[in-house]
């Protein structure tokens, strides 16, 4: 079961897209897991490799782009969970649109 696959996806909500600082967020948590992990814009790709800082950043997805996710590996499944997440999650950047009101 090692070599199976784990997909998901996951709508992009965050303002600015996949930038900078959601960029970095999502590798640094890709490469906490031994999967191999892939970041897709269309679910037949292209995919490119989601602990590639210069190739996350490069992909310039827009706020409501449906990001998908593939992962090869041991860990695949709990990697996928863990980055669609995250995503949800709107890249843990709490208070980032919320008022004082």
């Known amino acids: 079961m090692a070599d199976s696959e ?5 709508l992009l909500t965050h303002e600015v897209g996949l930038h900078a600082r959601p ?6 948590l890709a ?5 191999a992990i ?9 995919w ?3 602990k590639s800082i210069v190739k996350v950043m490069a992909a310039k997805a827009p706020q409501g782009t449906t990001l998908h996710f ?12 863990a980055l669609v997440g995250l995503v949800e999650r709107d890249f843990d950047e709490v208070g980032a649109h919320v008022g004082n009101g």
Not at 6 to 10: D, K, R
Not at 38 to 46: F, H, K, S, T
Not at 70 to 75: K, L, N, P, V
């Open 6 to 10: 784990t997909t998901a996806s996951v």
């Open 23 to 28: 960029s970095v967020k999502l590798t640094k």
């Open 31 to 35: 490469k906490t897991f031994q999967s």
């Open 38 to 46: 892939e970041l897709g814009l269309g679910g037949d790709g292209p």
């Open 48 to 50: 490119i490799d989601a």
């Open 70 to 81: 593939r992962a090869r590996g041991a860990d695949a499944d709990a990697a996928v969970a």
